[in-house]
């Protein structure tokens, strides 16, 4: 009987397709990355045929940044996460002085300065500030649960945090100036901040999101045609209404690799901010239901990490990356789906952007390392 017992285990073992967290999360990783591979090409081959004489442009691009994240990610998952406390006055300097530095000498496109140009790939100094920022919410949400201590919202941490997201939305970037701003904020009320100031904070966060708005017209005229942009359908409203046909002309199975039409100076971005909208054109509602299925996995098995992690910070840092990451797909999606505003936040693994897919897969190779180090022994 036990060996029958024990046979019937191995077989049950082998059945699985991973056999932790860290492995499933590799697992949904890769195939996400695969599929961001493919569209990339996909979305992108006629326009880099068009300005760069090779439709291979922005594959190859692509290409070198997966594996400059790939390093990331292996960096990442070997160092003990608890050691980025000790070097992040290091890296901290480092980001503030790259904000700074893009609104000095950053080149100008479209209006705005987010890239430092550093010849194999176009820096974005806002991205890893996004990462910065919920690890130093998350050192400082632990030492006061840890402590027992009250959590506040006005402090020297959140300051810096502040002075991140002010840098950001000076070049200008209101979507990335959110995400550094406001995941460290969602991480303090999980952590336990008392309900009275969650209160304010929802309060002051209304009033900020509709200063920012005024402050940029244009922001303003985006939110007006976010729900009817056939109203504006030449103008504000133009690539939302390029976006839905894009999604809709997919229908169940989709056009086919490569096949899709929007992406012949139709839709605006559609290698970038509004690859999905590609995705689903050649890969249909099946397509777009498997990615939605994969973002959903990923988050499940990223909350899982959390619930074992052996400390409060891994905890918390945990749920930072797990919000950056679902969030940013969710905001997305929605975006391109037409029930959210164009705020330029890209689908993880899936759009095409250096920094982002780099600063993405370092993030989840801390995952993994929280989830690793949080396992029980066997």
């Not at 904070?201 to 005229?221: C, H, K, M, T």
């Amino acid at each position: 009987m036990p060996t029958n017992q024990t046979d019937e285990n191995s077989i049950g073992e082998k059945k699985r397709f991973w056999n932790n967290d860290m492995e499933a999360i590799i697992g949904i990783m890769v195939v996400l990355l695969i599929l961001g591979t493919i569209n990339v090409f996909s979305s992108s081959f006629i326009l880099a045929e068009a300005e760069f004489d090779s439709p291979y442009f922005f594959l190859k691009r692509h290409l070198i940044n997966i594996f400059i994240g790939l390093i990331a990610f292996i960096i990442c998952f070997r160092f003990d996460y608890h050691r980025w406390r000790k070097i992040m006055p290091f890296i901290l300097v480092f980001t503030l002085l790259s904000l700074i530095l893009v609104l000095l000498i950053g080149p100008q496109v479209n209006g705005a300065r987010r890239w430092l140009p550093l010849g194999f790939m176009q820096f974005q100094p806002a991205e890893p500030a996004k990462l910065v920022a919920i690890m130093i919410a998350a050192a400082y949400a632990a030492l006061q649960v840890k402590a027992k201590r009250t959590i506040n919202i006005f402090t020297p941490q959140i300051g810096i945090i502040a002075i991140m997201f002010l840098l950001t939305e000076q070049e200008p970037d209101m979507g990335t100036a959110s995400i550094i701003l406001g995941i460290p904020l969602i991480m303090l009320v999980i952590a336990g901040l008392h309900k009275e100031k969650v209160l304010k904070l929802i309060g002051a966060v209304a009033v900020g999101v509709i200063l920012l708005i005024l402050r940029q017209p244009y922001r303003l005229e985006r939110l007006k045609v976010t729900y009817d942009p056939w109203s504006d359908a030449q103008n504000v409203g133009y690539q939302t209404v390029q976006s839905l046909s894009a999604i809709g002309s997919g229908e169940l199975t989709g056009m086919g690799l490569g096949v899709g039409v929007s992406k012949y100076d139709y839709l605006p971005e559609a290698h970038t901010d509004f690859a999905f909208a590609i995705f689903c054109q050649e890969n249909g509602f099946l397509g777009a239901i498997f990615v939605f299925l994969l973002f959903a996995a990923l988050t499940v098995y990223a909350a899982r990490i959390a619930a074992r992690a052996k400390d409060e910070y891994g905890q918390i840092l945990a749920v930072g990356i797990m919000i950056l990451v679902a969030g940013q797909a969710i905001a997305n999606l929605l975006m391109v789906g037409g029930v959210f505003p164009v705020v330029g936040i890209p689908l993880p693994f899936i759009s095409y952007g250096g920094t982002s897919l780099i600063v993405t897969m370092a993030s989840i190779g801390i995952l993994v390392n929280i989830g690793k180090l949080g396992e029980k022994p066997t």
